[in-house]
């Protein structure tokens, strides 16, 4: 059973910075690409980042390109997600997602855990 397991989300100050982690199991961690996508109330999915865990190829949308980073230990079948320079805007509920893909700009995924709330005041 795939398992995606979101932490590290919390009220921030704008200007700040949050650590996310996605503790996956279930699958052969190498074999995927894993990424985040966020939801805001009242506003459609937004694909955040995708990482190539078996060659650490990675993306990110342009919305938070320069502030996020994504990163994966391999030895801990674990995703991050750092997040620099929080804008209000970036308020969400934040999803761990497994089989992340972008096609001519559209995010998909396969598998996604419950989620982890990032709220960033200003």
């Known amino acids: 059973e795939v398992q995606l397991v979101e932490s590290g989300g919390g009220l921030v100050q704008a200007g700040g910075s949050l650590r996310l982690s996605c503790a996956a199991s279930g699958f052969t961690f190498d074999d995927y690409t894993i990424g985040w996508f966020r939801q805001a109330p009242g506003k459609e999915r937004e694909g955040v980042s995708c990482?190539?865990?078996?060659?650490?190829?990675?993306y990110y949308a342009n919305s938070v390109k320069g502030r996020f980073t994504i990163s994966s230990d391999n030895a801990k079948n674990t995703v991050y997600l750092q997040m620099n320079s929080l804008k209000p805007e970036d308020t969400a509920l934040y999803y761990c997602?497994?089989?992340?893909?972008?096609?001519?700009?559209?995010?998909?995924?396969?598998?996604w855990g419950q989620g982890t709330q990032v709220t960033v005041s200003s």
């Open positions: 990482i190539s865990v078996s060659d650490g190829d990675t």
């Open positions: 997602a497994a089989d992340c893909t972008v096609i001519a700009g559209k995010w998909s995924y396969g598998y």
